[in-house]
């Protein structure tokens, strides 16, 4: 099974400044073939089903907002929120759909500092 | 628009069973591949199983095969998540989620979940 680990567990940050979550996969998820990375980030609010946010390791999801942003190739990947706002407190998720079984990271937990 | 609707909370004792179920409207639902992923109290994502468009194929996560069995019934745009020999451990909300188009996809529509807790 491909592991997913993400750092850091929990995050602080103030109100429009970034912030950045990574994202180790214990082998590639890069489809050589045709240069994609089969990882995806979700995010997810109390109370609330996971949505998601990036696939390809870097496309946004339609009606994203674009100061998400993803990036990272083979087996490191990072998503990044360029100003962060009220409404982004949430734990954030990575998954790698490379191969079944598909797994997620433990989660990132993103609190406004 | 796309919603997966969950059938609604349940106690069920250890070594008991349940059946978990999710309807589907908005979408053609016997194009898709249907996933189960489960979410313990205060825990992160744990993806459970997953069902291919025609049953063809599904796939189990190791702390649930031979236990649980997935199914579908595309007549009645339905996925559903037979649950044996309950454990404690298996205590959870538990999302049906649905699989973008194309093979090996990310999920991009996911049900409100549904709490299974099991208990004596």
């Known amino acids: 099974d491909i592991v997913m680990t993400q750092s850091p567990d929990s995050l602080a940050v103030s109100l429009g400044e970034r912030a950045t979550i990574n994202c180790k996969s214990s082998?590639?998820?890069?489809?050589?073939?045709?240069?994609?990375?089969?990882l995806a980030w979700y995010q997810q609010k109390p109370g609330q089903p996971p949505k998601l946010l990036i696939y390809?390791?870097?496309t946004r999801e339609s009606g994203v907002p674009d100061r998400f942003s993803g990036s990272g190739s083979g087996t490191d990947f990072t998503l990044t929120i360029s100003s962060l706002q009220s409404e982004d407190v949430a734990v954030y998720y990575c998954?790698?759909?490379?191969?079944?079984?598909?797994?997620f990271g433990q989660g990132t937990k993103l609190e406004i500092k | 628009e796309v919603q997966l609707v969950q059938s609604g909370g349940v106690v069920v004792q250890p070594g008991g069973s349940l059946r978990l179920s999710c309807a589907a409207s908005?979408?053609?639902?016997?194009?898709?591949?249907m996933h189960w992923v489960r979410q313990a109290p205060g825990m992160g994502l744990e993806w459970v199983s997953l069902?291919?468009?025609?049953?063809?194929?599904?796939y189990y996560a190791d702390s649930v095969k031979g236990r649980f069995t997935i199914s579908r019934d595309n007549s009645r745009n339905s996925l559903y998540l037979e649950m044996n020999s309950l454990r404690t451990e298996d205590t959870a909300l538990y999302y049906c989620?649905?699989?973008?188009?194309?093979?090996?996809?990310?999920?991009?529509?996911w049900g409100q979940g549904t709490l299974v807790t099991v208990s004596s």
């Open positions: 082998q590639s998820v890069l489809y050589d073939s045709i240069n994609k990375n089969y």
């Open positions: 998954q790698q759909y490379f191969d079944n079984p598909r797994t």
């Open positions: 908005g979408f053609t639902f016997d194009d898709y591949t």
């Open positions: 989620a649905k699989e973008e188009s194309g093979n090996l996809r990310p999920f991009d529509h």
């Open positions: 069902i291919t468009w025609n049953s063809g194929t599904t």
């Open positions: 390809w390791a870097s």
